[in-house]
């Protein structure tokens, strides 16, 4: 008997090792292969880390009712974070030439973004404006194509082939600045920093930084443009660090000069001031996330290829560019808690279901957590978000929608 009952403990004992094996083991066999990052085994402490300190400032947090003191609370904290605040200039415009378009004409004007810095810009005015028109601001993309800014999607002459490409790959061959502009509206296409008029000088950075890049030995324009693409490209992470260590951050300064862009267009009288709008492709599509939500001025826009909630970001996002992070800002809002700062103005979120930048779960949860804030607010229809099965870029169809995006609440 006694053997008996031995017999069925150890049967007991082996059956029960093989159920925690196949429970547990199997499962940490295939979260092992689940679990991949571009950290590694670094991941799981550093989300663990934010999941406990993050979207404290989301209109979803707290119950929150008064818009207002959200607002300003939100935005205040957001200002601090972005951490560029540079002595002001007057804008000083100048026209450095112009030339006419079918239906419009395109000036290329120059201002000052602060007392440290100015930009160049395309400005589209329409042909036979009678009263002050809308007008949109236009961002440009980043897509590893530093020597143009606002020249990738604006008409220029003499276009060299390597951009030409660019813009067919990425924008179904228009350039959709113009097409807003033969549509009625006043258009303004400011350079970023570190692109086209406001990019990287090579003859000022240290030799050894430039090792095996040379203005002079390219024969054409296009390998040229495509030498210095590379040379910009290794550069944003030097840049970088000089941007922290100098105590600012790489979107304040963008979104500084891109507020300044509101300015100008309030100084000219074809402008409409209570009818002025965002959009921007990529790159383009961060930069109007914060302009649309730290600027009431702007009265809708359309956010294209970069919507996303940082959780699912923080797994993977190793080809993203380092412009994009404000340091403890997931602490206090996500990305789309920037875009809804000026909720209820209406937002259209144009997303590709291809775009390798983002996955598809990072764009739901965007999209969820917007379409919340805006029917909290009492504003759905002042809120959209499409999907195109395409990788990343902003087609055509795309672009269609945008105009009657903004067609429909700016005019």
Partial sequence: MMKTGRAIFWVFISSFVILISLVIIT????????????????????????????NSLSFLENDRTDIESWRTEARS??????????DHAPLDPQVLDSSKRQGYTQYRVQYNLNALQKTEAFLLIPDNLEDPAPAVIA??????????????????????EILETYINNLYDGRTYADELAMRGFVVLSPDAFYFGSQRIDPDKITPENTSGYSRNTHENIDEKIDAFNNLASKHEIPMQKTILTAGTTWPGIMLQGDRRAIDFLLSRSEVDSSRIGVMGLSLGGLRTTYLFGMDSRIKAGVIAGFSSSYEQMLRRHLRHTWMMYVPRQYQF???????SLNAPNPLLI???????????????????????????????EQFQTNYYDLPHSMSIPMQEDAFDWLERWLK
């Fill in 350 to 380: 144009l997303n590709a279901e291809r775009d390798h930048l983002f996955p598809m779960e990072g764009m739901k949860a965007a999209e969820e957590k917007l379409r919340r804030i805006y029917a909290r607010m009492g504003a759905d």
């Fill in 77 to 86: 904290k957001l200002d601090e974070l972005l951490a560029f605040h540079p």
């Fill in 139 to 160: 961002l440009h993309d980043h897509g590893g194509f530093y020597y143009y800014g606002k020249e990738k999607h604006n008409r220029i002459d003499d276009q060299p």
């Fill in 27 to 54: 499962p940490r066999d295939s979260l092992a292969q689940d679990s991949t990052s571009d950290v590694g085994n670094f991941y799981p402490f550093l989300e663990a880390y934010s999941s406990g300190h993050s």
């Fill in 333 to 339: 809002l996500d990305l789309p808690d920037v875009a």
